[in-house]
C-alpha cells in the first residue's frame, strides 16, 4: 500500500514537471524572434555565427541580417514559426553587434557574446 502511494505521487510529480516545461514552450505572442550571436576568438582566428529564429505563432516575412559596414545577407522572404536559420559573418565584417529586421516591425540590434574559456579545454 505504502509503495502504491509513493509510486503514483512520483507519477504525479513527473506529469506536473512535464506539463510546466510543455507550457513554458509554448509562444506567447504572434510576432517575435530570438537572435543569438557568438564570437569564439581563438589564437590564430575566429569563428562567428548568427542564429535567427523565429520564436512567434505566426511567419515572419522580409527577415534582414545586417552586420554593419554593408555586409548584408540576402533577405529571407518568409520564416516559418519554430524555423531557425544559421549564418556567419562574411570575411571583413565587423563582429561587435548584429542587427536583424522583420516584418512586422521588427528590429533587434544583438551584440556578439563570447563562450566561457575554461582551462585545458580547446581554444583556451
Known sequence: MRLVFVVAAAVGIVAVALLAMLVSALPTKDYDLSVDALKDEQSLFTNARVV???IG???LTDVLVDYGDGYIEPTISVLQPGESLNFSPPEGAQI????VTAEPGIKIVQSYRSPIKLPGMIGS
Do not use: G, I, L
Open 52 to 54: 535567427v529564429k523565429n
Open 57 to 59: 505563432r505566426m511567419p
Open 96 to 99: 561587435d553587434h548584429v542587427t
